[in-house]
C-alpha cells in the first residue's frame, strides 16, 4: 500500500519554463510534507517543506503548493535550471511520529 | 561543518556472505535513521535510533538485517546471509531531534550488490 504516490516517473522541461512535479497521499494523518533533491551517486538533499497548516510555502525559485482535501502537493520550478536536472522525491509525515514516508521519485530534465 | 558519511560507498558481494555498512552521522544529531533505496522503488524505512531509547526496527525486512548505534554516534547496519534480493543502495540520515517537522540530512549512501 503505498500511501505517498509520485505517478510521473520522469518529466522534460525546457530551460526558463515551468517544471511541476507532483505527489499524491492517502493518509489523512499526514501533515509535514518534504521534497528532496537527488543527484546520482549522492544522498538526497532537503529542498523544500510544508506544514499543513499553510497552502503555500515559497522559497526562491522553488514553490510548494499543499491541497489538502484533495490529498495533494506539488513543487513548481521555475525559472527551470539545467542544474535543476535531478530526481526529486516527495515524503511524507505525521509530526506526532519520526518516520517519513517517501514517493518513488521524478526523474527531472531541464533541457538547455 | 561535516555532512553524514558513509562506507563503503560501493559494495559488491556473494550471495550467503554477511556484510557490514557504516554510518557517521552529524555530530550532535540525536536521531539516526537506515533506509534502502531498490531499483525503481522509493527510499524504504529500515530502523531508527534516537538517543539511548529502543530502536524502532519495524522496517527491517527480515531477520537477517540488524543494526546497532554505539556511543549514540556511528552506526552499523548488519545484513547476514545476503541475497540478491538485497541488492540496493543504503542510505542513512540524521537530524538534530526526532520527530517528522525535523528535517533529516542524509549521507551518499551505500550501493551493494549481492551476485
Known amino acids: 500500500d503505498q500511501q505517498v504516490k509520485q505517478n510521473s516517473p520522469s518529466l522534460s522541461v525546457q530551460e526558463g519554463r515551468i517544471s511541476i512535479l507532483n505527489c499524491d497521499y492517502t493518509?489523512?494523518?499526514?501533515?509535514?510534507f518534504l521534497w528532496y533533491k537527488k543527484y546520482p551517486a549522492e544522498g538526497p538533499t532537503f529542498l523544500i517543506s510544508?506544514?499543513?497548516?499553510?497552502d503555500k510555502n515559497e522559497d526562491g525559485r522553488f514553490t510548494v503548493f499543499l491541497n489538502k482535501s484533495a490529498k495533494h502537493l506539488s513543487l513548481h520550478i521555475v525559472p527551470s535550471q539545467p542544474g535543476d536536472s535531478a530526481v526529486y522525491f516527495c515524503?511524507?509525515?505525521?509530526?506526532?511520529?519520526?518516520?517519513?514516508?517517501f514517493g518513488t521519485g521524478t526523474r527531472l530534465k531541464v533541457l538547455a | 561543518g561535516a555532512g553524514v558519511s558513509q562506507s563503503p560507498s560501493n559494495k559488491v558481494t556473494e550471495k550467503g556472505k554477511d556484510v557490514e555498512l557504516r554510518c557517521d552521522p552529524i555530530?550532535?544529531?540525536?536521531?539516526l535513521y537506515w533506509y534502502r533505496q531498490s531499483l525503481g522503488q522509493g527510499l524504504e524505512f529500515l530502523i531508527y535510533?534516537?538517543?539511548?531509547?529502543?530502536?524502532?526496527k519495524s522496517g527491517l525486512p527480515s531477520d537477517r538485517f540488524s543494526a546497532e548505534r554505539t556511543g549514540g554516534s556511528v552506526s552499523t547496519l548488519t545484513i547476514q546471509r545476503t541475497q540478491q534480493e538485497d541488492s540496493a543502495v543504503y542510505l542513512c540520515?540524521?537530524?538534530?531531534?526526532?520527530?517528522?517537522?525535523?528535517?533529516?540530512?542524509f549521507g551518499p549512501g551505500t550501493r551493494l550488490t549481492v551476485l
Open positions: 535510533f534516537q538517543g539511548n531509547s529502543a530502536p524502532d
Open positions: 510544508i506544514s499543513s497548516i499553510k
Open positions: 493518509n489523512s494523518m499526514f501533515d509535514y
Open positions: 555530530s550532535g544529531h540525536t536521531a
Open positions: 540520515a540524521s537530524s538534530l531531534i526526532a520527530g517528522g517537522a525535523d528535517t533529516q540530512y
Open positions: 515524503a511524507a509525515s505525521d509530526s506526532g511520529t519520526y518516520k517519513y514516508i
